[in-house]
């Protein structure tokens, strides 16, 4: 089982990003998915989830109305589209299969 994430970088407040999480080694259209955050020594934050065919999505407060989380199953691949980035979503973006996590991407939001 495997996930790796891209997309992440350095964007000025009001940018945007498209974070990707590419999965393998599991059914990955039968399952829910969750991206989370995580700033320096915080613990993980649960940003978003989807659930199976992408008709569930649910968000944290602070994201709702900025962040889209959507899935391509034929690709088995979890978006996460941000949009209006302000400082506050700069951390290590994660996404999650159960408890299996990938390695991360950075996103930083700064002038």
């Not at 968000?59 to 962040?67: A, C, I, L, P, Q």
Request: hydrophobic content about 30%; overall charge positive.
């Amino acid at each position: 089982v495997q996930l790796v994430e891209s997309g992440g970088g350095l964007v000025q407040p009001g940018g945007s990003l498209r974070l990707t999480c590419v999965a393998s080694g599991f059914a990955f259209s039968n399952h829910g998915m969750r991206w989370y955050r995580q700033v320096s020594g915080e613990e993980r934050e649960l940003v978003a989830t989807i659930g199976v065919g992408g008709t569930y999505t649910s968000y944290t407060n602070s994201v709702k109305g900025r962040f889209t989380i959507s899935r391509d199953d034929a690709r088995n691949t979890l978006y996460l589209q941000m949009n209006s980035l302000k400082s506050e979503d700069t951390g290590m973006y994660y996404c999650k299969w159960l408890g299996v996590w990938g390695q991360g991407t950075q996103v930083t939001v700064s002038s």
